[in-house]
């Protein structure tokens, strides 16, 4: 929530943030601060059994950097939505009316 107040902050500074604005705005800070500050979701799959295991990843790229195997013991990853961002949106939604689409779409103007 600091990084999002941050973010926001330094939008009301360049005067970017009007009253109109505000809402969607502070969304948008709190679902990027969440993005930079979060774990990466990952789900993986392993081949034999079809078994879903789910964990947060801090080093991702290391996963993305290995190269593919002909064992079928490892599992494959896969980025999957994250439910704690999930529940943000939802939040979102349910305080301030705001939709995760409106969100998304702001997101590339910050």
Request: proline share 4%.
């Amino acid at each position: 929530v600091a990084y999002a107040c941050i973010y926001f902050e330094r939008l009301v500074l360049q005067q970017i943030v009007t009253k109109a604005n505000r809402r969607l705005t502070m969304a948008t800070c709190l679902v990027i601060a969440f993005k930079f500050n979060e774990p990466i979701f990952i789900s993986t799959m392993s081949q034999e059994g079809g078994n879903t295991h789910t964990t947060t990843d801090h080093h991702s790229t290391m996963l993305s950097s290995t190269s593919t195997s002909t064992s079928t013991s490892i599992p494959s990853p896969k980025v999957s939505k994250d439910p704690k961002l999930t529940l943000l949106f939802d939040f979102i939604a349910s305080e301030w009316s705001i939709t995760s689409e409106q969100v998304k779409e702001s997101e590339l103007g910050l």
